[in-house]
């Protein structure tokens, strides 16, 4: 069963499994401890300390390990805002970073600090001149992620890292997605990584912070860790994460490129297949195993369940599969399609006939799912050459109904009304916001905005333009 989930959690690479088992026997012992056991965990543990930190690029006492990314994250937020709480208590983060970043903004904002979320491109990713407008006096930290997790974009990390360190704000790039595939480069201050992002087991993340950089650790003082990551080190889970990113590493140049080809294909294919299909992200400045697309007039949740039946593991950003029944974040700030929303993420080892495979399964699935809803016929039909006015104007209560009905009734009815007419669709399904402009977009029609509407929910109005 191909399993094309790798943004998740990659499979644990076989050079984590091995090293995972030779450091169960001699790993176990306390490494503060100074007897010989004690001291054959010390120096597994300095040994892996050494290795990421080269793999990440500083110093080994510039580097620790954390029971997770996430801990990594908040901790790394948490402790720069802390020794940096002189300047200022502002926090400067990208739209679309992951959520333990923005869970982190808004636990800052709830103690009194304030959050600013720079907006991003329609590809995903953010323009640094933007970004250093936000890096105002009182900035204490700016956050940036490498590389999307959900869409794959690259972010601009080297140039906003020179315009934090002309404005002198430390930058946190959380660099999970990405870390496998290389060092990130610029002059970033905080790092934050997560080894099941790579291939090594869950359970172990990492904090690099540079030497410089204020930090005020914000947890109980621990002698283990520097004091930023207090507990016992997990250390036969730390040497297996350590071997795995090394290895990786080694086969990231050949194994990038063959993956690349095979993400290419999709994007290229994947449009050719199946009708009304909107592939998202940067097509060029991306992860290399990464590639994201949303299909109209489907559901996502109905998507990943039948691709899941036919032996394919995949995952969403459609808020039908999302437990706040709301987009993803991600997707939101693009403002692209968000329904027949699918991740596929191609981990190490992925075959070319799994991803054709995949690519002779996906139009069918989406097909039988378009016929179920009662889909209408993709092609408008010609216009009229008389513009409409307003009593040509059709209101459409989808009312109730989660997306896609929404934007289903509005293809069933669009061609029901001349040229300059307009169809209001009444919807409160949150994804309708971002679904009926992005179909505007796709199917050559203008969106005219939205309002109130006096039945409750929203109004959206949708003129006729061809």
Not at 41 to 65: I, T, W, Y
Not at 173 to 196: E, I, K, R, T
Not at 199 to 215: N, Q
Not at 260 to 285: K, N
């Amino acid at each position: 069963m191909p399993y094309f989930d790798a943004a998740s959690a990659a499979p644990l690479h076989p050079v984590a499994r091995q090293a995972l088992q030779a450091a169960l026997d001699e790993g176990w012992a306390d490494p503060a401890r100074l007897y010989r056991e004690g001291r054959r965990a010390r120096m597994l543990l300095d040994a892996a300390r050494e290795a990421a930190a080269e793999a990440v690029g500083c110093r080994p006492d510039e580097l620790v390990f954390t029971p997770s990314g996430t801990r990594a994250v908040h901790a790394g937020i948490s402790g720069a805002l802390a020794g940096r709480r002189r300047v200022g208590s502002r926090l400067v983060v990208s739209a679309v970073e992951h959520s333990s970043v923005l869970h982190a903004g808004e636990a800052h904002e709830a103690a009194g600090g304030s959050v600013t979320q720079v907006p991003v491109r329609r590809s995903g990713a953010v323009d640094p001149e933007v970004f250093a407008a936000a890096l105002t006096p009182d900035t204490a930290l700016a956050c940036l992620q490498s590389a999307n997790h959900e869409v794959g974009t690259e972010q601009p990390v080297a140039e906003v890292a020179e315009a934090c360190r002309a404005a002198g704000v430390p930058l946190l790039v959380d660099a999970a997605q990405s870390l496998g595939w290389g060092p990130v480069a610029g002059g970033w201050s905080l790092l934050a990584g997560s080894a099941h992002k790579w291939g090594g087991p869950a359970g172990v993340g990492l904090l690099a912070v540079r030497k410089g950089v204020r930090f005020a650790a914000q947890v109980p003082a621990d002698e283990r860790e520097s004091g930023r990551a207090p507990g016992f080190e997990n250390i036969p889970a730390i040497v297996a994460a350590a071997a795995s990113l090394r290895a990786v590493r080694d086969e990231a140049a050949a194994e990038g490129a063959r993956l690349r080809g095979l993400v290419d294909r999709i994007r290229a294919r994947v449009p050719e297949l199946v009708p009304d299909v909107e592939v998202v992200g940067d097509p060029a400045r991306r992860l290399p195993h990464l590639v994201t697309f949303s299909c109209l007039y489907v559901d996502g949740e109905t998507v990943l369940h039948e691709l899941d039946r036919a032996g394919f593991s995949v995952s969403s950003g459609s808020s039908c599969t999302s437990s706040t029944l709301t987009p993803s974040h991600v997707l939101r700030a693009m403002g692209v399609l968000s329904e027949g929303n699918v991740r596929v993420s191609l981990p190490t080892g992925t075959s070319e006939a799994d991803v054709d495979r995949f690519l002779d399964v996906l139009p069918r699935v989406v097909a039988r799912i378009r016929e179920q809803l009662g889909v209408p016929e993709v092609e408008i039909r010609p216009a009229s050459t008389a513009l409409g006015d307003a009593e040509s104007s059709l209101v459409v209560d989808a009312l109730g109904r989660r997306c896609p009905i929404p934007v289903i009734e509005l293809a069933k009815v669009i061609g029901d009304v001349p040229v300059g007419a307009t169809v209001t669709v009444l919807a409160d399904d949150e994804a309708a916001r971002l679904d009926i402009p992005a179909w505007c977009e796709m199917r050559g029609q203008e969106y005219v905005g939205e309002r109130p509407s006096p039945k409750g929910g929203v109004a959206y109005v949708v003129r006729r333009v061809s």
